[in-house]
């Protein structure tokens, strides 16, 4: 596409946010990018690269980056007046769009060095899951409960536009056993509530060694026995990645 517009939208409410990415597409806009980041990712990002480049407001809890592109400036210009006709009737602030590319670049930068910044907080355990996009405020809503529930704190951030919310549960200062036990139990009662909504335990960084104690939330043991089988007949030696899945 020759060209591309950015536009960087505050939410008064996490789940308001989270509300109007489907909504977005219900208006019948399909944004080259959609991420959704919570107040504690975003200002974690900038004290992280040393920049500032979104004035946070107090009443601010959370952001969607919104892009899209293609080969019609206009048509470009009228999906961002639609796009914030939509935003609008979910408690939004003053949207800041992009002037010029160099704009464009340092608030792309912030969304991708949000990952490296919040895990620099705090020892971390990164979860992935992924449900329909109009089930994102279910989904957000089900992470803070939990986390209340077994005593963790947790700062999400993620593909909204794909309805994958990215959930990094901090240690902060939670004691060995809480950290290795009561989290875990939080982590399996959390991926059987996103299976409810319709979702899984994986939405882009598959299974490997994280997520393969929770793989019989999403299968049965006969599936599961019937992957095992297909394993062995191409791995019979159990020599490649090794004790990864299964």
């Known amino acids: 596409?020759?060209?591309?517009?950015?536009?960087?939208?505050?939410?008064?409410?996490?789940?308001?946010?989270?509300?109007?990415?489907?909504?977005?597409?219900?208006?019948?806009?399909?944004?080259?990018?959609?991420e959704f980041m919570e107040r504690?990712?975003?200002?974690?990002?900038?004290?992280?690269?040393?920049?500032?480049?979104?004035?946070?407001?107090?009443?601010?809890?959370?952001?969607?980056?919104?892009?899209?592109?293609?080969?019609?400036?206009?048509?470009?210009?009228?999906d961002c007046e639609k796009i914030s006709?939509?935003?609008?009737?979910?408690?939004?602030?003053?949207?800041?769009?992009?002037?010029?590319?160099?704009?464009?670049?340092q608030l792309?930068?912030?969304?991708?060095?949000?990952?490296?910044?919040?895990?620099?907080?705090?020892?971390?355990?990164?979860?992935?899951?992924?449900?329909?996009?109009?089930?994102?405020?279910?989904?957000?809503?089900a992470v803070k409960e939990v986390g209340k529930l077994y005593g963790f704190r947790s700062v999400c951030y993620g593909h909204a536009g794909d309805g994958n919310l990215h959930v990094n549960i901090l240690r902060d200062e939670m004691c060995e056993e809480d950290w290795n036990k009561t989290v875990k139990v939080g982590i399996r009662e959390l991926f059987e509530r996103v299976k409810k909504l319709g979702g899984t335990i994986s939405g882009e960084h598959g299974i490997g060694l994280v997520q393969k104690d929770y793989m019989d939330i999403m299968f049965s043991q006969s599936h599961l026995e019937l992957m095992r089988a297909i394993k062995r007949v191409f791995d019979p030696k159990g020599i490649l990645n090794p004790g990864k899945i299964f």
Not at 59 to 71: R, S, Y
Not at 85 to 102: K, P, R, S, Y
Not at 128 to 136: A, E, G, W
């Open 1 to 34: 596409p020759k060209h591309d517009l950015l536009m960087l939208v505050p939410f008064r409410s996490s789940e308001k946010a989270c509300e109007a990415v489907s909504a977005i597409f219900r208006a019948g806009i399909t944004p080259s990018g959609m």
């Open 85 to 105: 006709e939509v935003v609008a009737q979910f408690e939004c602030g003053e949207i800041l769009f992009a002037e010029d590319q160099a704009q464009k670049d």
């Open 108 to 141: 792309w930068k912030l969304r991708r060095r949000v990952g490296e910044a919040v895990k620099a907080q705090s020892i971390y355990k990164e979860e992935d899951t992924v449900v329909p996009r109009f089930r994102l405020p279910e989904l957000l809503h």
């Open 40 to 78: 504690d990712a975003i200002q974690y990002a900038m004290d992280f690269i040393g920049e500032d480049p979104v004035p946070l407001k107090p009443d601010e809890q959370a952001h969607l980056l919104i892009e899209v592109d293609g080969n019609n400036l206009d048509n470009l210009m009228a």
